[in-house]
């Protein structure tokens, strides 16, 4: 671009900068050339590309650079305040020699030739030249002006300075030329643009549009969903459940999704209920119905199976009741809910898969037990009969000849039985190489210890696992199914043991040794063996009854037979003390005491109701009669004084230890008889 300014540094002789004014080439734009000249681009000008593709929205709002163009791109001419200085030769006379014209006239100020006219107001920007060039408009329309113009005179010097710059300010007018073109092309470019931009304005818009309508159905399937959710969640079931069921092993995924299968089926059948013409549960129904089935069959299979597996040599059942059954307890539980006639014959084969378990093993262990070597106690272990007298001992289950070494009225360290914090009973591979010899509790204890805490554990397990189908009197009933013959076992066991012995002790001590199976059976709330241990109290009262019998038979026998004369009497007793004037405790004494410190001792503890306080009290009344009627061989009274008083004094001696209500009744009765012949 150029202006007046550059114009006049060229035009002024004196060097006085010319005041502007409003003429610019800019505002003759209405002489066009006559035709399309393609104008040689200047070096440094390449033309101008746009890579604009997409633009966000309201960029088509940026306004162009702030140079004002006319309508056909050109720019606006500057508006100059102001006068023309005198002796400034009129640019547009200048202009016009440049293009070969002749000089025009300069304007004057009134209007008149030779004065200069003053500048309009407003500039004509748009001006239609037409075909004509700048030269022919300019001939056409001012004629009058180019005959004006020889009265105006140019210096040699100006004339001669205008034709040097003419060819500058022709590539002036070129390079304007070729800015226009730029600035069409950018116009064009901008167009384009603003184009795009709206396209991408119209395609956001739609994206607004599609993503409030996505959010709207979003909300609503929510909102849907919190209704229907829970509703669709009670009555579906997950593929995996399926699987596990149909598939999986049984295990506690398996148990899991047994409940999952029955909560689902109750609330379909609840809702069956209420809604019967529900769609979704006449589809889901079926499902359910052929998963239950099939869980049936997988469940009889898995417990057939543990229950063969306890028919196997050498197995411990109890392993497979907690690991198998035990831990599983509520696959029995879904059997009896959904096949309770399947369950039934379930829980028949294992009673009798169990009965054939215990008997079998607890003969196996008895017969162990018989090859343990037993104190057989006959009818020469009695009070009244002479110990040194020859007789056969015998082993139970074995014959022996040599006599037994043991005592048979001596309590000695047999109580340990009850007092031992071993809670284990002999095993079979011990009681049958145990080569010492013991009494008949020890037996007595050891299979009644294993019967109870089998029972025990048999009990709590059928109270678990067949608790839900079956009450406590059902329970009472498969306890009593699978234990009767292994109970029937233990009784003969016990009857053997004790039918023929004379061991007094022995069978007191099995009576405290049930009692405490039946206190340990309380405490484990085990009711089921109490018939058994009632039973078994009825094998041994009598026999205890009928071994004091036997002492009380034998000490009358005993003193019938003595005579008047004390070397009579004193020989039937035997031993080295045979003298009538001796004052020493007899043999029977030693034995009897030793006998009742025995007895109450294990009936520290008895209550009124027990027949040991009858028995002692026969007994105490027989020995007193035998040592009444003894005394009276002793010819000297004062020595059957002493004679009485050293017998009770060694029968207070030996029972001076016991304890309980018997015992001290006992001590007092005793010590009594002592102090009223201790004279």
Known sequence: MWGLDRLSSYSTPTGTPPPRRDYSPAGRRGYPAPGPIPLPVRPGLQPRTSSLSLVSPGASNVSLPSTARGPNGAPLRRRVTGGIPPNVPDPVQVLASIMGGPPRKPISANGIGGAVQSKPDEVDADIDFGELSIHDFAEAAAPEQRQDTSVHTYSAQSVEEYDKEKDKFED????????????????????????DLEAVSAEIESLQNRSIALNTKLENRKTVEKLLGPAVEDISVSPAVVRKIAEGPVDDGFVRALGE???????????????????????????????????????????????????????????????????????????????????????????????????????????????????ALDKYDVLGEDPNAKRGGTLLGQSRNAPASYDAFSLGRRRDALKSSSS?????????????THYLEVSFRSFNLALVDNA???????????????????????????????????????????????????????????????FELQRRKVPALDGYINATNMLLWPRFQQILDLHCASMQKLTASLPNRPSTGAALLGGSNANANTTAPTPLTQRFANLMHGILALSSEAGDDEPVSVSVGRLRSEYEAYLNKFSKAVGDARKKERFLCNNYSLVCTIVADVEGRLGEETKAHFEKLRDAHDK
């Open 261 to 375: 299968i029955e909560r689902r089926s109750k609330i379909v059948n609840a809702k069956a209920k209420e809604q019967p013409d529900m769609g979704a549960l006449s589809d889901i129904k079926p499902l359910l119905d052929d998963l239950t089935n099939r869980a049936v069959e997988r469940i009889r299979d898995y417990i057939v199976a543990q229950i063969k597996a306890i028919r196997s040599p050498s197995i411990n059942a109890q392993v497979i009741q907690q690991q198998a059954f035990l831990k599983y307890k509520d696959l029995y539980a879904f059997l009896a809910r959904h096949q309770s006639e399947l369950a039934q014959q379930i829980s028949q084969a294992y009673i009798f898969t169990m009965r054939w378990y215990y008997l079998n093993h607890f003969t196996r262990y008895r017969t162990s037990l018989e090859k343990l070597k037993i104190h």
């Open 172 to 195: 002036l007018h070129k390079s304007i030329i070729a800015c226009d073109e730029v600035l069409k092309s950018v116009e064009t470019y901008l167009t384009n643009f603003q184009s």
């Open 424 to 436: 284990n009973a002999l095993t079979s591979h011990v009681a049958e190489e145990e080569k010492s």
């Open 456 to 518: 025990t554990f048999e009990y709590t397990f059928l109270s678990t696992y067949f608790a839900p189908s079956q009450n406590f009197h059902a329970i009472s009933r498969t306890f009593a199914a699978i234990f009767e013959p292994t109970l029937a076992l233990s009784q003969s066991l016990t009857k053997q043991l004790v039918d023929s012995t004379t061991d007094t002790l022995g069978v007191l001590l099995c009576v405290r040794l049930n009692q405490h199976f039946a």
